[in-house]
């Protein structure tokens, strides 16, 4: 199983990124996915998870309406759109997959935000 996150940087306060994960090493669509974030000093939290087909997600309450997972099992890749964005979300973002006992992670992306 590997995960491999993609698309952080650095961004002004209020702009936008989209993050990606590319997953191999399983059968992708017959699992939710989640995306999690680790700040400097904080314990590593869930931000969004979606379901197998994408038709049902989930957010955190900082998340919600600003953040949007989303999927294409087509491509074994998950995404998360992020719009504006806060100092407070800078942290390292991860994809995540569970996998009947086994959690795996991806190696995370740095996402920076400020002006």
């Known amino acids: 199983v590997q995960l491999v996150e993609s698309g952080g940087g650095l961004v002004q306060p209020g702009g936008s990124l989209r993050l990606s994960c590319a997953a191999s090493?399983?059968?992708?669509?017959?699992?939710?996915m989640r995306w999690y974030r680790q700040a400097p000093g904080k314990e590593r939290e869930l931000v969004a998870h979606?379901?197998?087909?994408?038709?049902?997600?989930m957010y955190a309450n900082y998340a919600k309406g600003r953040f949007t997972a989303s999927r294409d099992n087509a491509k074994n890749t998950v995404y998360l759109q992020m719009s504006l964005l806060k100092p407070e979300d800078t942290a390292v973002y991860y994809c995540?997959?569970?996998?009947?006992?086994?959690?795996?992670w991806g190696q995370g992306t740095q996402v920076t935000v400020s002006s």
């Open positions: 995540n997959a569970v996998i009947g006992v086994r959690v795996y």
């Open positions: 090493g399983f059968t992708f669509s017959s699992f939710g």
């Open positions: 979606i379901s197998t087909a994408g038709g049902s997600t």
